[in-house]
Structures are given as structure tokens and as C-alpha cells.
């Protein structure tokens, strides 16, 4: 019984499901990630914690793109790279956390370097070969035929995000009645060399604010301002009231984690303001006085896959 099952096992060969290129293109973007993460340095818990996140961020974008890559899920190359670096310290010793998540960055950027090296020896699936080669054809016929070579591409999880690289040009920025947090943050999304949109500033054309919502959150990120524009409480009987965001605020927030995905909204938060509880996975950036944020949030920006200049922060 054992025997075949083994059998059955290693009869599913593991396929690449992507372009052999465009693989190899953005597994170098995440290792360049990985090595400004390994080489940041940490003097304090603030910039400790400020790794681990960044470091889970990237973590599980990683492993989740290997997953979607290869025709099995749980194919070897992910589970490599999932297992590297936590058999270097044992549970329960005094080990120093920056060394410790450094060694772990390390590993997993060895990982991805292995598999970037040996990627024209990976198996391609039937359908990545014919996409390959009616790629090839089109741009050896007719140089104009880019539109089809992107349709024939859009079976992949890669070629599908650069069919849409407009939308890692712009920014939706949802706010309250604070003007000045508003355009503070318009001013700086626009010093990154990205087009802020917002919303009452685009044309109607006879469009609920639903639909507006809907017609102009088609983004690759989007901030969110919780700003103090209304006081609140729980119903009891004696309330304290709090600063909390304008209700449209907090509902366009949740319309964006449901369109775009969690890990592409940030929420700014200014001054003392309640948030949404129980909920989990959800950035808030303080919006301090010394704009600390302006970094935190182009560290968001380039998880997310846009081409953010770090250089143009300090202009």
C-alpha cells in the first residue's frame, strides 16, 4: 500500500506555469527586497518591529507567489524556501531577535537566488510553452502585435500584474473633511512621481458616489485617512466620547481591502483617533509631526510593487 502511494506521489512532475523570464525578472525584484531588508540597520524595538513587519509582508508574498507559479501548490520550491532558516536556532534560547531575523532573511534570499540560477532547467507546462512561442512569433512578425502577446500572457499570475502596471502609477486616497491631511498627503504621493486620485476631484459623468468609488479605485494601492472629523461612543451609561473618521471613511476602507487586498491599503492615522476593532492585518501608520510616515509608507508602496525612488524622500 505504502509502495504506491509513493508511487502516486512521484509521478506528479512539478511544472513552472509562468514565463521563464519574466520568473526570473521577479524573483530578482524580491531578492533586491529581501537584501535592503537584511541590510537595514536596527538600534532600537521601534525599528525591530518595523522589520518583522516589513519582513512578513514580504515573507508571505514570496511564498504565496511560489504556490501560484508551479502547478502543484505545495511544490518543493516552496517548501524550501517556507522551511529556510528556522533549523538555525533552537526554541527557547536567549538568542539576539535582529541576528535571529537576519539569519532567516539570509536563508530565504539563498533560496530564491538558488532557484533564479536554475531556472532554464525547470519544466515548463504545455500552455507556458505555447504562450512562450506565440509570443515569440508575434514579436518576430509585427512588433505592433504587443496586445495579443499580453492576451495569450494573461493565463499567468505575473503577466497578468504587468497587464496592469497603469495601476502601479496611481494612488487612491480616501479622506474626511481634514483638508490639510489630505493634500499633505497628495503633495508627497505626487513627490513619489505617482498621480494621487481623489475622489471628489474626478469628473461625475452622472455617477453615484458608489459608482465613482468604484469606477476610480481601480488602483494598485490605496491610503486611507483616519482623520479626527467626528466624535463618538459606545451606548452606555456613561459614553466616552472619542475622535473616530467620517463613516464614508471607514466604509471606503473596507470597500478597498475587499477590492484591492489588505497588504495594498494603508490607513494614516492623525492625532488620537479610534479605529475599527477586531480587525486583523490591517496597516496603521501614525501621521507624526516629523513625517516619520513618508518612509513607512513608500516601504508599503514598494511591497506592493511599485517602482518607489527611496532617493526622492529626501529632496
Given amino acids: 500500500m505504502a509502495k504506491n502511494q509513493h508511487d502516486n506521489t512521484t509521478s506528479i512532475i512539478t511544472l513552472l506555469e509562468v514565463n521563464k523570464d519574466e520568473f526570473k525578472s521577479h524573483l530578482n525584484e524580491r531578492i533586491t527586497i529581501g537584501n535592503e531588508l537584511y541590510e537595514r540597520h536596527i538600534q532600537n524595538y521601534e525599528a525591530l518591529n518595523d522589520l518583522e513587519s516589513d519582513f512578513e509582508i514580504w515573507d508571505d508574498y514570496n511564498s504565496e507567489y511560489l504556490k501560484q507559479s508551479f502547478n502543484i501548490s505545495n511544490n518543493e520550491y516552496k517548501s524550501d524556501y517556507d522551511d529556510a532558516g528556522y533549523d538555525m536556532y533552537i526554541i527557547g534560547e536567549n538568542n539576539d531577535p535582529v541576528q535571529e531575523k537576519k539569519d532567516i532573511i539570509k536563508s ?53 500584474s504587468l497587464a496592469n502596471t497603469n495601476q502601479k502609477k496611481e494612488v487612491f486616497i480616501v479622506h474626511g473633511h481634514d483638508d490639510a491631511a489630505k493634500n499633505k498627503t497628495a503633495r508627497f504621493i505626487e513627490k513619489l512621481g505617482f498621480k494621487p486620485i481623489i475622489l471628489h476631484e474626478q469628473a461625475s459623468g ?11 479605485s481601480n488602483v494598485g494601492f490605496g491610503i486611507v485617512l483616519y482623520t479626527p472629523c467626528d466624535i463618538g461612543a459606545k451606548k452606555e451609561e456613561n459614553p466616552v466620547l472619542r475622535n473616530r473618521a467620517r463613516q464614508n ?30 480587525i486583523s492585518g490591517v496597516v496603521y501608520i501614525k501621521m507624526d509631526e516629523e513625517d516619520a510616515w513618508h518612509l513607512k509608507v513608500a516601504k508599503e508602496l514598494k511591497n506592493s510593487g511599485y517602482k518607489v525612488d527611496m532617493n526622492k524622500l529626501y529632496l
Avoid: M, Q
Avoid at 532547467?121 to 502577446?149: D, E, F, R, V
Avoid at 452622472?206 to 476610480?216: D, G, H, M
Avoid at 466604509?251 to 479610534?274: M, P, S, T
Fill in 108 to 160: 530565504k534570499i539563498k533560496e530564491l537566488k538558488k532557484l533564479a540560477s536554475k531556472i532554464n532547467l525547470l519544466k515548463s507546462s504545455p500552455k507556458t510553452h505555447n504562450n512562450n512561442n506565440n509570443n515569440n512569433n508575434n514579436n518576430n512578425n509585427n512588433n505592433n502585435n504587443n496586445n495579443n502577446n499580453n492576451n495569450n500572457n494573461n493565463n499567468t499570475l505575473h503577466t497578468t
Fill in 206 to 216: 452622472s455617477k453615484t458616489v458608489i459608482e465613482k468609488i468604484e469606477t476610480y
Fill in 249 to 278: 471613511v471607514v466604509f471606503e476602507h473596507g470597500f478597498l481591502i475587499g477590492k484591492i487586498g489588505r497588504e495594498n491599503v494603508c490607513a494614516l492615522l492623525k492625532d488620537e483617533i479610534e479605529t475599527p476593532n477586531d
